[in-house]
């Protein structure tokens, strides 16, 4: 698809590389297909579009790599912990990339939202993966941390900060504070996680382990 844009127009000027599944639960409950497909999707799927994008904005000198990343990429999410884990990964290799690239005429930016009004809310695990014994939707995990953000804001921000070229764009609002807190002061969003997974626990029928207590997984 990449070939045929670039041989129809003579050029690539942008490559959104937007792949992502949501996969959750709790770790001693996932299975391996579970982070194999985290890794997959999210990671993989952002590699391939470089690899096939890059070569060609590099022969012609110019062109923007745009990667979606996520707040989860920032920021630690409990009981998100393969998605989280693959969006810092998308972190890590957009800014990578963004230095490497910077002089030869290519721009690299990447895309960490904090919760957005798309269809990943509600879809869950993906179907074909093993159930999980403890399970929370997406949406009421999410919601309690913060109301998704519309998608079309969402992408107009994604514009606007391409335009300006920043390496990392965060929106709302509330994510990038959420950022900065957790860049200043770990220790404040740790609270909030905590609360968080406690709440999440609470809903799913999780006992809360007694004091000094070790918790044992009750998962085949």
């Given at each position: 698809m990449v070939e045929d844009a670039h041989r129809e127009h003579g050029r690539l000027d942008l490559m959104f590389n937007n792949a992502g599944v949501g996969i959750g639960g709790q770790v001693d409950e996932l299975s391996l297909e579970?982070?194999?497909r985290a890794l997959d999707v999210n990671v993989r799927g952002v590699i391939h579009g470089v690899h096939a994008a890059y070569p060609l904005m590099l022969a012609q000198g110019f062109g923007d790599i745009v990667n979606t990343g996520s707040a989860a990429g920032l920021l630690p999410v409990p009981l998100l912990a393969p998605y989280s884990m693959s969006k810092h990964a998308v972190v890590g290799l957009s800014l990578s990339l963004r230095a490497e690239a910077a002089d030869r005429g290519v721009k690299v930016s990447v895309v960490c939202p904090g919760v957005t009004e798309t269809p990943i809310l509600d879809k869950g695990n993906p179907p074909d993966l093993p159930t999980l014994q403890h399970m929370l939707s997406g949406r009421e995990y999410l919601e309690r941390i913060r109301k998704p953000y519309p998608a079309?804001?969402?992408a107009a921000d994604i514009l606007r900060g391409v335009g300006?070229?920043?390496a990392v764009i965060i929106a709302p609002r509330a994510a990038h504070v959420q950022w900065l807190i957790q860049r200043a002061a770990p220790f404040l969003i740790e609270r909030g996680v905590l609360k968080n997974v406690a709440w999440a626990r609470a809903t799913m029928g999780i006992a809360?382990?007694?004091?000094?207590?070790?918790?044992t997984s009750t998962s085949p």
């Open positions: 579970h982070w194999n079309s804001a969402l300006r070229n920043r809360r382990p007694a004091q000094g207590a070790r918790a």
